[in-house]
């Protein structure tokens, strides 16, 4: 149950999902009318593979590979995010593989004519912190010169001073990385490309969201027997649950939003420890985020009294029909949410948990 196992929505491309959401709404209208990327009013596509010869020819060049996509998010994939907020912007969508990478690294921008009509002139591509993603123009033969490609695009803005000069150069582009001449193709050549930054896990199957109906009871957990605590001395939890009753429907229906579920669903989680024997529970409430729940401990059918609202725990989906719940503070009714102890890193292994669907009767109260 090591917690370095479980990724969070902060560190897979926090920056880059913000931008993409945050600032598409803002900018959707300007960007709708770059017609000479996509004159139909859908999605765009360009991109290029170099062949060994090319990359041969030059050295300096590290991009072997390279798409720019422009339309709607082709990264993030269906996830816990309430399909009301989908974002419906144009964007710009960079994606580069480098000589000898297994994988993609992408960035996104918003799209605009450098242009007092805003109608007219050389295409600017910005990013946060007022960083350029690209600038565009089509030549001709409608193929994308994309140029003012930053060799740290993929970097923090001090990174060089973080990381020295060394490592740096190793991370960043390559001298000859810019100016590329990308040719138009397929939208479904594009999203493959993109799909190999983080391929997609068959075994995990549908969201959260579309498993757990909103007026769905479900129960899942699991109990550990004594060969397991023997092998995890650190491990606190003995038994634990996790699951929507009558309570939490209820509270859902009298106002939850469906068109936004699942934020301000309800879930309980009891844990029985090896230490006190008896059994906590405590009520959270959670909402989509990226590829998991975000749970903050409520005071709702709580055994604690004090201000809880900041423990948090995180849910998402596991393999072949499983739940993942994750614990990286000490917000899981372990201990007393209100002491001290529960201020810190949780000491003990209890941080992340697979759990198995079991029968309603299992998490009755």
Not at 302 to 310: K, P, T
Request: glycine letters at 8%; hydrophobic letters at 35%.
């Amino acid at each position: 149950m090591a917690f370095r196992e479980w990724k969070t929505f902060a560190s897979a491309g926090l920056g880059a999902i913000l931008l993409s959401g945050l600032v598409g709404s803002a900018f959707a209208e300007d960007a709708l009318k770059l017609t000479e990327l996509s004159p139909s009013g859908s999605d765009a596509c360009f991109g290029r593979v170099y062949d060994a010869a090319h990359l041969k020819a030059h050295p300096k060049q590290k991009v072997a590979r390279i798409f720019f996509y422009y339309g709607h998010d082709p990264v993030s994939r269906p996830n816990e995010e309430p399909s009301a907020n989908s974002d419906t912007s144009y964007n710009g969508f960079l994606t580069t593989t480098v000589r000898g990478a297994k994988a993609p690294e992408w960035a996104s921008g918003w799209c605009n004519h450098e242009s007092e009509d805003d109608k007219s002139g050389p295409i600017r591509c910005g990013m946060d912190c007022d960083r350029t993603l690209a600038s565009l123009k089509l030549d001709d033969k409608g193929r994308l010169i994309l140029s003012d490609l930053s060799s740290d695009i993929y970097l923090d803005p001090d990174s060089e001073e973080q990381l020295g000069k060394a490592e740096y150069v190793r991370q960043a582009l390559g001298s000859e990385d810019d100016n590329f001449r990308l040719d138009p193709m397929p939208v479904a050549t594009c999203k493959a490309e993109f799909a190999r930054i983080d391929p997609i896990d068959p075994a995990l199957g549908p969201p959260l969201r579309e498993r757990f109906k909103p007026d769905q009871a479900f129960c899942y957990g699991r109990d550990y027997d004594a060969a397991h605590m023997s092998s995890h001395p650190d491990q606190l939890t003995q038994s634990i649950r996790v699951f929507r009753g009558s309570v939490e429907l209820a509270s859902y229906a009298s106002g939850g939003d469906v068109a936004n579920w699942p934020d301000g669903a309800d879930i309980a989680v009891s844990v029985t420890t090896r230490r006190k024997g008896a059994k906590v529970t405590q009520t959270y409430s959670c909402q989509g985020e990226a590829d998991q729940w975000r749970c903050a401990a409520s005071s709702k059918m709580s055994d604690f009294s004090c201000d809880i609202a900041q423990k948090e725990i995180f849910l998402k989906r596991g393999a072949n029909g499983t739940i993942m719940l994750a614990n990286p503070n000490s917000s899981i009714a372990i201990v007393d949410l209100c002491s001290k102890a529960a201020d810190g890193k949780t000491k003990s292994d209890d941080k992340v948990y697979r759990l198995q669907a079991m029968p309603q009767s299992a998490c009755a109260p």
